[in-house]
């Protein structure tokens, strides 16, 4: 059924042309080409220091590119000011690394943050109870709600900050390494919580990620940054038969076949999810 | 594409609301407020018209249907799904914990501040006694004084902080000679202006106001600096390999202070006495040369001694504070600025304190 399933218009959510971005003398990505289809669940992988938190950020338009245009919803996300560009803001919801939660609010605060900020209208009481459930389905303990952050662990801090981001029932959802710092537990219910809710919403995904065992087991497809470019997206599969010495390495690395082993058989394209219910 | 507004209505025979348009937080618009209304007695939620659903919708539904006891259909497979996570969800989360009754919370606050401060008080006197033996540690053994470091120190408390600490104390000190040449002058007794300029700069202000400064300057930059330090746990990786962050870090920039906070206080007073001079000059008609010779029949030596022996002792408490506050670092960059804030605050009430006790203590051994 149709319900809550992206359109299906091949029209993708995000699209990236002929991105450059340099700091300075460093040139981080020239001549970058990416799509995100709607409702894929989208892994980006690179090396160290080969752009992939900056490719978030000029998407998001934190970063200013030295050239290239970038349409997210088909709407431009360059030199957009923060009051500007509003439909995109409220259709997105983004998970830093550390989780960037406001200091002086409690967990369930910040939570409320966005929806206080683009709908005034609610009433208090409907605020409090949406922020109480997106709090216990981002995985928290109740009882981490009146918290404030500098009270939280490091994976703590990264589900409340995933609370924040889903705060508006998002349709893009866009995620720093999520599962970075997590212990094996926590970032494997990390990625069944990005499963389960990618399925729940009909949310995509945008994954930055260095964790193989996260590829296996959300991502449709994954894209590999190199050389400056995306130099490859696609499936597992799709990415195993090219001849790229960085791609060969990484996924068939000893960490790569681990991962292959742990997640067989891998994910196909199109595969319906059945997690957790 | 705009979807329509989420609506329910009403079968006439009764039991069932019928929902339709889109449930989701940006289309739900007063629907809650409107199921709110609904008073008698609903059996089922019948959601198979609906265009579309999100958490928020999801949210509204099970609220209602909790409440009325309600059964809801004619979700499709996903949109169930969505529902489930949702209801599941539903526990009590506070916003922030309950506020206490406030008399209970100020008196609280009052006696968590007094047992703070004597903390704190315990806890320097710690830290200067584990600086002490530190130095009496390398006193043995010289070969682990960090020659380096400390001379580095040097140059930042000390050299760099000539232009300001001068600017500084030369226009005090043009202050000091313009006041009480205003009050002095009511009684004809201009001439003792250079009195006070003299002797004020040497005994108190000169030393006082060097205090405050290198405080500001490098006790909050020490407070600062470990703190981070210990934030990014270089701290404990030089505990690890055996070197004592007491013994690197606080003993140079600690004996950095008190070395240069005589010399910056010396020449504090001096470009202060020349400020006082130059406006005796321009505006009572003293020339440099009385001036000077004035200077040397009213202000004793010991004057000097008084402002040279006090300040060592400033130095001292402005490193330890600012050193301390920034070991006492953990977890958060928040507390940095905090510990920061701290640490100047309570090197300038100590100084200020200490000076009172000094200004006794001189009067009582006669160095008036």
Known sequence: MALNRAPRSEEPVIRVRGLRNTFGEAVIHDDLDLDVRPGEILGVVGGSGTGKSVLMRSIIGLQPPAAGSIEVFGENTIGREETEAVDIRKRWGILFQGGALFSTLTVSENVQVPLKEFYPGLDEQLLQEIAGYKVVMSGLAPDAGPKYPAELSGGMKKRAGLARALALDPELLFLDEPTAGLDPIGAAAFDELTASLQKTLGLTVFLITHDLDTLYAICDRVAVLADQRVIAVGTIPELLALDHPWIQEYFNGPRGRNAVKAADPPRMPGRTRKRGS | ?368
Not at chain 2, 119 to 132: D, N, R, S, V
Request: glycine share 10%.
């Open chain 2, 1 to 368: 594409m705009m979807s329509a507004h989420a609506d329910f209505s009403r079968a006439d025979t009764g039991g069932t609301l019928s929902f339709t348009g889109d449930l989701s937080l940006a289309r739900i618009g007063d629907l809650p407020a409107r199921l709110a209304a609904v008073s008698d007695d609903v059996k089922t939620l019948d959601l198979s018209q609906i265009d579309r659903i999100d958490t928020v919708g999801a949210w509204v539904i099970h609220r209602f249907a909790r409440d009325h006891g309600a059964t809801v259909e004619g979700l499709g497979e996903d949109a169930q799904y969505l529902f489930d996570q949702v209801a599941a969800a539903e526990q009590p989360v506070a916003l922030r914990d309950p506020p206490q009754d406030p008399f209970q919370r100020v008196v609280g606050e009052v006696g968590d501040a007094v047992v703070q401060a004597g903390h704190t008080l315990y806890g320097l006197l710690g830290f200067l006694g584990a600086t002490i033996i530190a130095f009496a540690n390398v006193a043995l053994h010289p070969r682990r004084f960090r020659f380096n470091a400390t001379v580095h120190r040097f140059e930042v408390v000390g050299v760099s902080a000539l232009g300001i600490i001068g600017l500084m104390s030369f226009l005090i000190g043009i202050v000091i000679a313009q006041q009480g040449a205003v009050q002095l002058r009511q009684f004809g007794a201009e001439i003792f202006t250079i009195n006070l300029v003299g002797r004020i700069t040497l005994r108190e202000l000169g030393v006082l106001m060097t205090a405050i400064m290198v405080a500001g300057r490098s006790g909050s930059a020490f407070a600062a600096q470990i703190g981070t330090m210990k934030l990014t746990e270089e701290i404990d990786a030089m505990r690890t390999i055996g070197v004592s962050p007491i013994e690197a870090l606080v003993l140079p920039r600690t004996i950095s202070v008190v070395l240069m906070m005589p010399l910056l206080g010396f020449y504090s007073s001096l470009v202060g006495i020349i400020g006082g001079c130059l406006l005796c000059w321009v505006a009572l008609d003293i020339p440099p040369i009385t001036f000077v010779q004035k200077i040397r029949e009213v202000v004793p030596l010991t004057d000097l001694w008084v402002g040279l022996i006090k300040a060592p002792v400033f130095g001292a408490i402005i490193a330890i504070a600012g050193c301390y506050q920034g070991m006492l670092v953990e977890n958060d960059a928040e507390q940095v600025g905090h510990r920061t804030t701290t640490a100047v605050v309570q090197a300038i009430f100590l100084v200020i304190v200490v000076d009172a006790f000094f200004a006794v203590f001189f009067e009582q051994i006669g160095w008036l």
